[in-house]
Antibody, heavy 125, light 108 residues
Framework: DVQLLESGGGLAQPGGSLRLSCAASGFSFRSYAMTWVRQAPGKGLEWVSDISSSGHSTYYADSVKGRFTISRDNSKNTLYLQMSSLRVEDTAVYYC??????????????????WGQGTLVTVSS | EIVLTQSPATLSLSPGERATLSCRASQNIVTFLAWYQQKPGQSPRLLIYDASNRATGVPARFSGSGSGTDFTLTISRLEPEDFAVYYCQQRYNWPPLTFGGGTKVEIK
């Protein structure tokens, strides 16, 4: 069974940093692009960032560009999101998710077929 | 950025009734649209991809249709477990990937 387990959430101060992790199992992690999607309390879904299966291509929402960095360690089957210069508006549950299909190291379908349970990030002074 | 507008915001129906949810894109996205279901306290679940393809394990009462700018998710007969929030998502032109604002299907 595919499993995605996020960790690293918690309370951070404005301007602070956190690193989220997503441990993957049950599929060939190195073969699939991955994503982070967040959901502010009581709000809808917001795409944050994608990374290709090789890790060479990364994409970001404008709201986090320059502050967040997505990365992966295919030897550890783990996805990361380094968050810095945190803002109150970054408060959300952060989900990692697997893409539905991959056609090569840099080409994939950003539809998400498996999601983790989410980790809550609260930014507050 | 492609904006997805979902309507209605809330749909009040009874079990056994038919649910019709709409998602409109701000520009032509061909059929590059997915639908997700999210229940309270749970992660989203993929229902439909590429506008009309059911994901693995999704019951046949869920169907998707549409192309271009107008898309529909239909639940033929609502089961108690179908009361949830539904989101559409486009992958035609990204970044950014975008989601609609959601439609809540609630028990009448």
């Amino acid at each position: 069974d595919v499993q995605l387990l996020e960790s690293g959430g918690g309370l951070a101060q404005p301007g602070g940093s956190l690193r989220l992790s997503c441990a993957a199992s049950g599929f060939s992690f190195r073969s699939y692009a991955m994503t982070w999607v967040r959901q502010a309390p009581g709000k809808g879904l917001e795409w944050v960032s994608d990374i290709s299966s090789s890790g060479h291509s990364t994409y970001y929402a404008d709201s986090v560009k320059g502050r967040f960095t997505i990365s992966r360690d295919n030897s550890k089957n783990t996805l990361y999101l380094q968050m810095s210069s945190l803002r109150v508006e970054d408060t959300a549950v952060y989900y990692c998710a697997k893409v539905l299909a991959n056609w090569g190291p840099e080409r994939y379908d950003p539809t998400f077929d498996y999601w983790g349970q989410g980790t809550l990030v609260t930014v507050s002074s | 950025e492609i904006v997805l507008t979902q309507s209605p915001a809330t749909l009040s129906l009874s079990p056994g009734e038919r649910a019709t949810l709409s998602c409109r894109a701000s520009q032509n996205i061909v059929t590059f649209l997915a639908w997700y279901q999210q229940k309270p306290g749970q992660s989203p679940r993929l229902l439909i991809y590429d506008a009309s393809n059911r994901a693995t394990g999704v019951p046949a009462r869920f169907s998707g249709s549409g192309s271009g700018t107008d898309f529909t998710l239909t639940i033929s007969r609502l089961e108690p477990e179908d009361f949830a929030v539904y989101y559409c998502q486009q992958r035609y032109n990204w970044p950014p990937l975008t989601f609609g604002g959601g439609t809540k299907v609630e028990i009448k």
